[in-house]
């Protein structure tokens, strides 16, 4: 049988201010475009998350790659999983300092297929055999960057916005998510937060596929992305089951966040925040978002 390709992106679970509405749903769309383009040649839905995750990257105004938050000491420490759903198979990386495509070196650690998750530094050395090399100290760093980290010490208050996320599913029905980060501003160095952890930021079977985004921390202590999976495996519609999902992660943790969905037969945007700037292409059915209509 043939299935319905479709993509969906998030930009990030947060607050937008008004001045960038127009720049971050233009980006989320542009990503969506990569990765159908993928689904369109016949591509795999694993090739289009990552298409679409990478256009994100390297557009500043999002918090992976360029743009990502910084660690308290001002450095770019970048975390990024793809997982596909068909072979349940994850490629993740946490805390690499000066990786600019994180979710191109995850795919790398998914294809070599010896481990599931590198982190830190090292990772580099993974990293110059698959031809990925660090960016310039510093390169990442943008203003915006900077200024939210100062407003971040100064006072704490909203550290996370702008994480890049995609799920897609092919036209031989399979699924795949992927999930990039800068994490939280004013992190520690070394916190990796959900976005890499299969079953919490990213997560991808035969059922579903799914990209979280928000407090990090909270979604980590509900496993968020995998009980989404469950219940849609269990019947649930993608929307129903992220509804569900994130009611239960703000009765346990009062934290907020926002996910995307895609299933066989459904796809699903769903936040507790104010916006989550997402886009999303499934046949005719094309459209971006800042929150939910
Ligand atoms: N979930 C991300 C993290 O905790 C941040 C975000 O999505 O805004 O690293």
Redesign the pocket.
Known sequence: MTERPAIVVHG???MVAPERHARVRAGVRAAAEAGHAVLAAGGSALDAVVAAVRVLEDDPTY?AGTGAALTRDGQVQT?AAVMDGTTQRIGAVGAVPNLGCAVQLARAVLDAGEHAFLVGPMAWEFAAEHGIRPVLDGSLVTDRARARLRAVLAEPGEK????VGAVARDARGHLAAATS?G??AGKRSGRV???PIAGA?TWADGAAAIS??????A?LRVALAHAIAIRVAAGASPAAAAAASLADLARVTGGTAGVIVVSATALATVHLSAHMPCAWISGADRGDQLAAP
């Open positions: 990030g679970a947060g918090n975390d996370g916005g702008g994480t980060t994490g939280v937060g959900d976005s930021g979280a985004t928000g407090d990090g921390e979604i």
